[in-house]
């Protein structure tokens, strides 16, 4: 079974930064793309940043040039570096991973529980 940890949320006053974890475990081949996601109350989930197998980013227009996304496919992991925080960054972070279970299998979508970030003074 495959299961997204998330880590790394908190109170953060704006301006400030916080680093996001999230850890794969289960039976996986191969990781495709790797995502964060933010729902804040009230609002629709949105993709906050988006990591390919190879590296290639995205992000969106919201947090470009303050937040950046990385990997570790070895040790299959993700992470979200959060810097310059507005309070409307408040919201519930969430892992979200393209990948592979068995060589010849589909790709799924799998998500974590999520992490609560809060921007505030």
């Known amino acids: 079974q495959v299961q997204l940890v998330e880590s790394g949320g908190g109170l953060v006053q704006p301006g400030g930064s916080l680093r996001l974890s999230c850890v794969a475990s289960g039976s996986i081949v191969v990781i495709s793309n790797m995502a964060w996601y933010r729902q804040a109350p009230g609002q629709q989930r949105e993709m906050v940043a988006h990591i390919t197998s190879d590296g290639i980013t995205n992000y969106a227009d919201s947090v470009k040039g303050r937040f950046t996304v990385s990997r570790d496919n070895a040790k299959k992991m993700a992470y979200l570096q959060m810097n310059s925080l507005k309070p409307e960054d408040t919201a519930v972070y969430y892992c979200?991973?393209?990948?592979?279970?068995?060589?010849?299998?589909?790709?799924?979508?799998?998500w974590g529980q999520g992490t609560q970030v809060t921007v505030s003074s």
């Open positions: 979200n991973a393209d990948l592979r279970r068995t060589v010849f299998g589909l790709i799924r979508t799998y």
